[in-house]
């Protein structure tokens, strides 16, 4: 019999399916699709359950049945207490999500089929000549039978360390929200401009640049900066009101994903400014942002590469460079012909980059392992996307 367990880094899906039964909604988008994924397989299988290493410590079965663990502990400076849960578990299946290497280890030390996936662009040299220098020979190794990354990129990144192209994938979340269900814009609706960035809030993020960038154009051009997520928010909030624009950014706080698209519409521009040694997969920010038709500015990070198209889909800056993202924004709200064709591509980028393999059918296939799922996973790894080399 099967007994499925999820390990990922953070999140709290107690959290999450508590705020699904009270409102319907959720606070962070794919929440309520994992949810009726687990569900399912629930339905199938003799146990499914999901561990969140940093969510407070619980272990409660959700209506569905299925299992929902809290561990209360960061597992790469204390991996014990989530090693013990998952021996409590026993899963036959063993997913972990992220590069944590002790569970990692335990899952190829131990009878269980084990499974890697991940969200991360490993573009830090740090993550990846120091830190996670073992993980290719660990991923390698027979004993992991799936490997998959957040978008074509991140499994092209994963192959760039070391990982074997014929076993790594590409995989995504389904994406019901699409540019189609939106009308292009003709032009921005300010002065004032507004911008809106949603994500986590850290230097790493791009978050200092945006406010930098607001600052640098005080004197030229008349904008207002919303700032949805969590994160460093003082810090910030503090660099804000040195550089005189306290007046012009908003920090709004943990932001319900429903209430984002309404949000994004409403701005002049979706701004993505994540620099390069942050570990983005594909961050779903960006798919919202084009869907939203609202004209997206993104950094050049190296996951965003083929999917943007400099004043065409999107208008692409040197991330980390405050001044070209405040020539970015100066350039989109004065030129109306550019931000009518940046909104009209958006669509074509968001199609760009739509992905076929999705994490609820990557995983059932994954567990189930009959030939037809291993020639279905096969034909889907980034050897057979590119090619031979």
Known sequence: MTRLLIVHYAGDYREADRLRRATGGETYYGHGY??????????????????????PSYWETLDSGVTVIGADTNPDQDP?????????????????????????RWGIEHDVRL??????????????????????KLLNGPRVTLVANHGANAARALVGIGLRADKVLAWDFPHD????????????SGPPFTLLFVGSISAKKGVGDMVRAVALLKDRLDVRLDVAGLGATDKFAALATRLGVADRVRFLGLVPNGAIPTMMQAADAVIVPSRHNFPEGLPLTLFEGLASRTPVIASDHPM?????????????????KPRALADAIARLMTDPALYARVSQGSAAAWHRMQNPVKWGEMI??????????????????????????
């Open 34 to 55: 994992v949810l009726d994924q687990l569900a399912a397989w629930q339905a199938q299988h003799e146990a499914v359950g999901f561990l969140c290493s940093l969510a």
């Open 80 to 104: 014990a207490p989530v090693l013990a849960l998952i021996e409590r578990f026993a899963p036959t299946h063993l997913i972990v999500f992220g590069p944590m290497l002790p569970l990692i």
């Open 115 to 136: 499974g890697v996936i991940m969200a991360d662009s490993f573009a830090n040299p740090y993550y990846r000549w120091v830190r996670f220098r073992r993980l290719p």
């Open 177 to 188: 929200r699409t540019p189609e269900a939106q009308a292009c814009k003709a032009h921005a």
């Open 304 to 320: 965003f590469d083929g999917h943007l198209e400099d004043g065409e889909s999107a208008l692409v800056f040197a991330a980390g």
């Open 364 to 389: 059932d296939r994954w567990v189930r392992d009959d030939a037809e799922d291993r020639a279905w996973l096969s034909a889907h790894t980034v050897a057979a996307l590119d090619g031979p080399a």
